[in-house]
């Protein structure tokens, strides 16, 4: 029995295990490729696509044969009797009597009517109706600007899914990097506090030996407690960064991640200096494009409200069938159905209107012309942005290289100031001036390479390169 226990937890054991989601190990350009996939900014704009898509295909529908049917089934619980004048008949009394045997009606059943009318009832008492209606558009201006708007509705879709791409690009780089930096920060911390605690431990031995005073032991346990503190931080900051990157790639936030690259080596490959001399052409940006577009949606707007001052012509065909009967035979073989067709021609044409269409068009021009401001405006600000971003990409890989070279130095100066206080030829207050240096010096390193990486994202959406794929 035991054993069969055993079995059955170890089985479990091991569904369990494999039920559980392996990590993803993910390079920075195989992140970019899955969030370009799996975002939820990614899967809406193909969805608005999609969308666009349908839009188009009922605009010209409506410029397509339509066809309809209609079935009407009219029962009379009582049916409506109508009055005729009786001067209408040559012999008044002899149709009264025929009226009264048709229906068999007697003088003390028939109603009271007015003198000198007839009271009838026509038709049966239950009727069916059932056609069949084609038809077809013409002509109507507005249809074909409509055609124009919807096809320019779904090219602004198209767009604004290829301007998504590129933010989400520009999203996971700086999500990816943001978390390289966590960890390379808490790698630097639990360095520093490993050395500080070998400092502390062996500046405890000299001053009990009398070698130095308490104060720089006190000196070194504030800086040993603000480090753990730092690193605590930063551990959380991690949880953080890890959160983020996954709703950037459009995963839950807590799947496990592991990251391919290093931030070394992104930053490394990241500096381009051929990016600041790239030519920027403002016409092949999105923004620019979308702005076009929009102005170009603006045209026809202004073009549908000329149009409606257009007439419209269309053209219809009908063929239908009626039963008539006082009860519901129109099921049976027998039943008479009498047929009917209708071929028709309408034409509508827009006299007046008070000059509410004219005051809809001039507004439709305003528009227009406000869409042509914004597109210069554009312009203008496009290569704006191309240049302050070559500045700041160019400024932040000088950065680089400076803080890789301070970094260097404040490392060197810090042990030199620490072999000194360990020989008592410097105090403990210089020794914290260098250990400050140093630890500012490794973040402004580390932030230096995100820099690099963030900026050329930057500048590669202001020159608006096309994502590798």
Not at 92 to 107: I, N
Not at 325 to 335: A, G, N, R
Not at 453 to 463: Q, R, V
Request: aromatic share 8%.
């Amino acid at each position: 029995m035991k054993k069969i226990i055993l079995v059955c937890l170890s089985t479990c054991f091991f569904l369990i295990t494999n039920a559980q989601e392996k990590p993803k190990k993910l390079s920075l350009n195989e992140a970019i490729k899955f969030a370009i996939e799996n975002s939820y900014n990614t899967k809406a704009s193909k969805n608005d696509i999609k969308s666009a898509e349908e839009k188009v295909w009922e605009t010209t529908s409506t410029g397509l044969p339509q066809i309809s049917a209609a079935v009407d089934y009219q029962n009379f619980l009582k049916q409506p009797v109508s009055l005729l004048p009786a001067a209408a008949f040559d012999n008044t009394s002899a149709v009264v009597e025929t009226v009264e045997d048709y229906f068999g009606l007697t003088a003390s059943s028939t109603p009271s009517v007015p003198e000198g009318f007839l009271p009838l009832t026509f038709g049966t008492k239950q009727n069916i109706n059932a056609s069949v209606t084609l038809r077809q558009l013409l002509f109507d201006g507005s249809y074909l600007v409509g055609l124009q708007a919807s096809r320019t509705f779904l090219k602004i879709s198209k767009q604004a899914n290829e301007k998504t791409e590129l933010q989400t690009r520009e999203a996971v780089i700086n999500a990816y990097g943001n978390v390289l930096v966590t960890e390379n920060s808490i790698a630097i911390l639990e360095k520093n506090i490993k050395v500080l605690k070998k400092n502390l431990n062996d500046a405890k031995k000299i001053y009990e030996n009398g070698f130095n005073e308490e104060e720089d032991i006190e000196q070194l346990e504030i800086t040993l407690g603000n480090l753990k503190n730092q690193l605590n931080s930063v551990l959380r900051m991690k949880v953080i960064a890890y959160q983020m990157l996954n709703l950037s790639l459009g995963t839950p936030i807590e799947t496990k991640i592991i990251l391919t690259d290093s931030l070394d080596s992104l930053a490394e490959s990241n500096i381009n200096l051929g990016l600041v001399s790239e030519t920027f052409n403002y016409s092949n940006h999105i923004d620019f494009r979308i702005a076009e577009n929009d102005r170009e949606s603006k045209r026809l707007l202004m073009r549908l409200e000329q149009s409606k001052a257009l007439p419209s012509l269309s053209a219809f065909v009908n063929y239908g069938a009626q039963a008539n009967s006082d009860t519901f035979s129109f099921l049976k073989s027998d039943q008479n159905w009498y047929n009917s067709s209708l071929l028709g021609v309408s034409l509508n044409i827009p006299i007046f209107s008070s000059f509410g269409r004219a005051s809809k068009t001039k507004q439709a021009k305003i528009a227009l012309e406000t869409a042509d401001f914004r597109l210069e405006e554009t312009k203008q600000r496009l290569n704006l942005l191309a240049r302050k971003a070559k500045s700041e990409y160019q400024l932040s890989i000088e950065n680089y290289n400076t803080a890789k070279k301070n970094v260097g130095l404040a490392e060197r100066i810090e042990k030199k100031q620490r072999i000194k206080f360990f020989e008592g030829i410097s105090s403990s207050f210089d020794l914290l001036q260098a250990q400050n240096q140093l630890y500012s010096q490794q973040q402004n390193y580390i932030q230096s390479m995100l820099n690099v990486i963030a900026k050329k994202a930057t500048l590669e959406n202001a020159l608006n390169l096309p994502i590798k794929k």
